[in-house]
């Protein structure tokens, strides 16, 4: 089915209890071989461009491959910004069709980031893309730093003010491999869903990788409807490209590069499976009639792909959100 609505995925995930995968994308070879992967088990999934990927692939590019490949999927697909850092990267996702963005201040003093995440939604009602924003400061394996648990009282005054669509909690998750056994705080991720239970506004869970089965599928039940995905993937293809090198360490032809890319999207396709699994999407779209419930997206902005952002001067600054944390 083509290209969907990031809400509607989301709010078929909080219906039938369940939350889809967010994958990050390094490359425009991996869209399509993660949507036949998602074909294969009948699951949603969300395309993810981390926020960082930029001066590599630029946003018009990976929503153009990436809505092709969904044009031709059974199941439904979004595609997402993370960890956007300014509103001109914001402006510029939504321009090029993306199903949702996210402006990432939570690093920024608290009105700050409740002024520049106001000004993100109202950038994304304009292009019909649903808006995420952060509160609270996650652990990353970048740094060495000591969560900020979001508040609930904070998360209600947050959401109230900006009118996200999507908040991303942190309950002591974190990027990259976790030092230790993750610890999530489910009573505090409770509390955040009941006071945010007078608005429409979805949870989603960063730094996956690494948390136990049960404690994901414990946080889907306390409202989580999204799961970010990344460096799970990369570890399993990196250890299958290794592995392809061990093998074959000399050049052996025409398809000896392209077999080593195909070791690692291999890898990411059997992270990706075992993720969908955990996060019970398998088979929620196993029937042409699920995925139906999920209506195409027909409010991709003026043009699609879209003009680039209005501002000709605008250059990646390199400010990439795990050097900042």
């Not at 809400?7 to 990050?24: H, K, M, S, W």
């Not at 092709?68 to 595609?79: E, T």
């Not at 889907?220 to 250890?239: A, D, P």
Request: net charge negative.
């Amino acid at each position: 089915m083509p290209l969907c609505k990031t809400l509607e995925i989301l709010q078929d995930c909080e219906r039938r209890n369940y939350a889809v995968g967010a994958f990050n994308i390094n490359g425009l070879d991996q869209p399509q071989y993660l949507i036949k992967q998602a074909e294969k088990l009948g699951s949603p999934i969300i395309m993810v461009e981390p926020g960082v990927m930029e001066p590599y692939v630029n946003f018009e590019d990976f929503a153009l491959v990436t809505a092709r490949a969904a044009k031709q999927a059974s199941v439904p697909v979004g595609i997402h910004l993370s960890h956007g850092l300014d509103l001109e990267q914001v402006e510029r996702a939504c321009k090029a069709g993306f199903t949702s963005v996210m402006y990432d201040g939570s690093k920024l003093p608290y009105e700050e980031n409740v002024r520049n995440t106001r000004i993100a939604v109202e950038i994304g009602r304009k292009f019909g893309a649903a808006v995420e924003g952060e509160l609270g400061a996650l652990g990353s394996s970048f740094v060495d730093i000591k969560e900020s648990m979001t508040d609930p009282d904070q998360a209600r005054d947050f959401v109230a003010r900006t009118g996200i669509d999507i908040l991303a909690v942190a309950v002591g998750n974190a990027h990259g491999f976790y030092k230790g056994t993750p610890q999530l705080d489910f009573q505090r991720l409770a509390e955040i869903r009941r006071a945010l239970t007078a608005y429409n506004c979805h949870l989603t869970l960063h730094g996956g990788t690494g948390i136990p089965a049960d404690h994901i599928q414990r946080s889907i039940q306390l409202g989580i409807s999204k799961v970010c995905i990344y460096t799970e993937m990369c570890h399993v293809g990196k250890k299958n490209v290794k592995e392809y090198i061990m093998q074959h360490p000399e050049y052996t032809g025409n398809f000896d590069i392209p077999e080593m890319i195909k070791s690692v999207m291999d890898g990411f396709a059997s992270a990706e499976a075992e993720c969908m699994n955990m996060f019970l999407s398998t088979g929620k779209c196993g029937a042409p009639a699920a995925a139906d419930a999920i209506p195409q997206n027909t409010d991709l902005g003026p043009e699609y792909p879209s003009l680039p952002a209005m501002n000709p001067s605008y250059h990646s600054t390199g400010g990439y959100w795990d050097k900042n944390l």
